[in-house]
């Protein structure tokens, strides 16, 4: 019984501040938002708002949850689950850390250590490009569905250039599994050898998750939301859940396979840091960049997103896929 | 094997009944006041011109076509990729060809138009 | 000690039967709903869970790789074409084909399912088992990469090919059937 305890008390911890990461995340991005236009962003509730992110979850439960009359309503109320439920079992192959000892017990930091992790993270998110498209098209909404359109468009065509990045690194660690790949980057990291499969990896996710400047499938200005326009309530709460636990696992699954995970570089260590620290570190720096990048750059054009995707991102993940095989063949 | 699974069933168990629970909840406590106007369609608040489900430009459809065919490609790429040191130049010669020809593909789609969003 | 591992050995295997009669459930459900649906979008999401259910099948045998292509490739995007397809093609209205009796369905299925029972159950019983242990060695993505690349190159050099052919047929299709009908369909 000890493994499915310890498993069921593993998945509930992960869970459960995954949640609280959403939720906070979102504080975050306001607030430094808010900062970087000069305003000071959510501040009533309580000290710092700290309490916003509770107040929002409040407040979603008592809203009125509006389904419009012509909607294909099981498709209508599934997508948004089917959004979420994806975004979140990504993290079941994110190593957070080494083992730890607890009650003299060896406890591995990850909810399992998969040998396929990097095509099941590919697969999950690949699923949940159909959260939008679904709900998009559910709502037999003309912006709904244009927005749908597009963001199924968007993810497969960088999900396919995440892809090909990936190839690179999975030649160089010779294992498809995170943790593998993590151990194989305590004293160099992946970043120095694959810098260009690093800005590659970055944009690729980005548009995947469709964040800003990739973020067409809900341009504000001419699609009045995109494919959550006709949610309300707990329904388009799920929606943006979804959007910020993968912006999550994103930094997540970046910081494993280029940023050494929980090592340090050069096998540096510092004494009495836990190593889960380093990785909580990485992570909480990728999300600040991801919401930096968003105050920053303004939105692209949906011909320039695809051209991007498909005539540069994807031919320069070959060459460096190549370049990659000649090095490694000629070094031996 | 089966101590890889069960956790992410488990984990699968958690979201799933995350996400369905929150929406019975929200659907209980939330008010239930509908009126015709509340669940027309959203448009700008003028009447809905025909219905939104009209046929969409090809373009999506060929991209998607392009992205299964490529897809196919690189999850073939994979299990290269992972013995990549101990096949040596042999395979990746063999690799070659076999990104050679899905290269004429790739330039074909693009000469044909398919890449091009106006 | 000895006696804890063997009750938590029971009890995961006991958890994996019922997983593995979800995805029995799962697989056959979504096979009904995608054939008995009425809306198109509805048959889609009926056939996703029935690959899914076949995918986590492949988990509960043990073969992840093959898993994760099943969830890949017809998942992620062979469904998603189709639901791309669904998208594209003409509102119900003009599709009103007249849908086939209830019994024609049930007689047209089980004729199927018998010649496809009689077909699989020979290559079963023709097939030479071997004991579980064995069998999950083969199939790791390290076996297929090895054998892909060394014993059967010819096959795999000849999958590149398909996939050009593949691409090539469906840009021709797509383009001609467009040309042929209305050019107002699109425009968005």
Redesign the interface.
């Known amino acids: 019984?000890?493994?499915?305890i310890e498993?069921?008390l593993?998945?509930?911890v992960?869970?459960g501040v995954l949640?609280g990461s959403v939720a906070y995340t979102t504080l975050l991005e306001r607030k430094f938002l808010g900062r970087l236009q000069v305003r000071h962003g959510p501040n009533r509730a309580g000290p710092f708002g700290l309490l916003q992110p509770l107040a929002d979850g409040l407040k979603?439960?008592?809203?009125?949850?509006?389904?419009?009359?012509?909607v294909?309503k099981?498709?209508f109320?599934l997508a948004?689950?089917i959004a979420?439920?994806p975004a979140?079992?990504i993290?079941?192959v994110i190593p957070f850390g080494d083992s730890v000892t607890i009650f003299g017990r060896e406890v591995k930091m990850h909810?399992?250590?998969?040998?396929?992790a990097?095509?099941?993270i590919?697969?999950?998110s690949?699923?949940g490009?159909?959260g939008a498209?679904?709900g998009g098209?559910a709502?037999?909404?003309?912006?709904?569905?244009?927005g749908?359109?597009r963001s199924?468009?968007q993810t497969?065509?960088y999900?396919?250039a995440m892809?090909?990045t990936l190839?690179?690194i999975?030649?160089m660690s010779?294992?498809?599994s995170l943790t593998k790949i993590v151990a194989g980057q305590t004293f160099y990291w992946n970043i120095f050898f694959q810098p260009v499969a690093f800005v590659l990896f970055i944009i690729a996710g980005l548009a995947e998750i469709n964040r800003t400047p990739f973020d067409m499938p809900e341009a504000e200005a001419e699609l009045?939301c995109g494919f959550n326009?006709?949610y309300s309530?707990?329904?388009f709460?799920?929606f943006f859940m979804a959007e910020y636990a993968h912006m999550i696992s994103l930094a997540a699954i970046t910081v494993c396979l280029f940023l050494g995970g929980w090592n340090l570089p050069f096998g540096w260590e510092v004494p009495f840091v836990p190593k889960i620290f380093w990785f909580i570190a990485k992570v909480f720096l990728l999300i600040v960049f991801f919401i930096w990048e968003r105050g920053t750059f303004p939105r692209l054009r949906?011909?320039q997103i695809?051209?991007l995707g498909?005539?540069w991102l994807?031919p320069i993940a070959?060459v460096n896929?190549?370049v990659t095989?000649v090095v490694?063949?000629l070094i031996g | 094997m089966l101590?890889?699974?069960?956790?992410?069933l488990?984990?699968?168990l958690?979201?799933?009944a995350?996400?369905?629970g929150?929406?019975l909840?929200?659907?209980l406590?939330?008010?239930?006041?509908?009126t015709?106007a509340?669940?027309?369609?959203?448009?700008?608040g003028m009447d809905v011109q025909p219905?939104?489900?009209r046929p969409?430009d090809v373009k999506?459809y060929l991209?998607?076509m392009?992205?299964l065919i490529?897809?196919v490609e690189?999850?073939f790429?994979?299990p290269w990729?992972?013995?990549?040191?101990s096949l040596?130049?042999f395979g990746?010669i063999e690799?070659?060809v076999f990104?050679f020809i899905l290269?004429v593909g790739?330039a074909y789609i693009?000469k044909k138009g398919v890449?091009?969003?106006? | 000690m000895d006696f804890?591992f063997a009750?938590?050995q029971k009890?995961?295997v006991l958890?994996a039967d019922i997983a593995f009669v979800g995805f029995i459930v799962a697989t056959l459900f979504g096979g009904i709903v995608a054939v008995g649906a009425r809306?198109l979008?509805?048959a889609v999401?009926g056939l996703?869970m029935s690959l899914m259910g076949v995918a986590g099948l492949y988990v509960y045998l043990g073969n992840?790789?093959i898993?994760?292509?099943q969830?890949?490739i017809y998942?992620?995007?062979v469904s998603?074409s189709m639901?791309?397809a669904v998208?594209l093609a003409r509102p119900p209205e003009d599709a009103k084909a007249k849908p086939l009796m209830f019994a024609t369905k049930i007689g047209s299925g089980a004729v199927i399912a018998l010649f496809a029972a009689f077909v699989v159950g020979r290559a079963v019983i023709a097939h030479p088992w071997v004991k579980a242990a064995t069998v999950v060695k083969e199939g790791?993505?390290r076996q297929i990469g090895e054998n892909l690349l060394t014993t059967n190159v010819f096959v795999f050099e000849l999958i590149s090919l398909v996939l050009l052919v593949a691409i090539t047929g469906s840009v021709i299709i797509a383009k001609r059937g467009r040309d042929n009908t209305d050019q107002q369909g699109g425009g968005?």
């Open positions: 019984m000890d493994f499915l498993s069921v593993k998945v509930a992960v869970f949640l979603f439960f008592f809203k009125e949850d509006i389904v419009p009359a012509n294909d099981p498709v109320i948004p689950v979420l439920v979140i079992c993290v079941a909810i399992t250590d998969m040998n396929v990097v095509l099941y590919l697969g999950l690949g699923i490009a159909y498209m679904l098209w709502s037999n909404n003309k912006y709904g569905l244009i749908a359109m199924g468009a497969i065509s999900e396919l892809g090909m190839v690179s999975i030649m010779g294992s498809l009045a326009i006709e309530s707990m329904k709460a799920l949906y011909d695809m051209n498909w005539k994807m070959i896929m190549l095989g490694m063949t | 101590q890889n699974f069960v956790p992410v488990i984990l699968f958690f979201a799933a995350f996400g369905l929150v929406l909840i929200s659907s406590l939330g008010p239930k006041r509908p015709a509340k669940q027309a369609t959203y448009e700008c219905d939104a489900r969409l999506y991209i998607a392009a992205f490529f897809d690189v999850i790429l994979y990729a992972v013995q990549f040191k040596g130049l990746f690799m070659l990104l290269l790739y693009w890449l091009e969003w106006e | 804890t009750t938590e009890f995961l958890i809306q979008i509805h999401l996703i992840h790789f898993a994760a292509m969830i890949l998942v992620g995007a998603i639901v791309f998208m790791t993505i968005v």
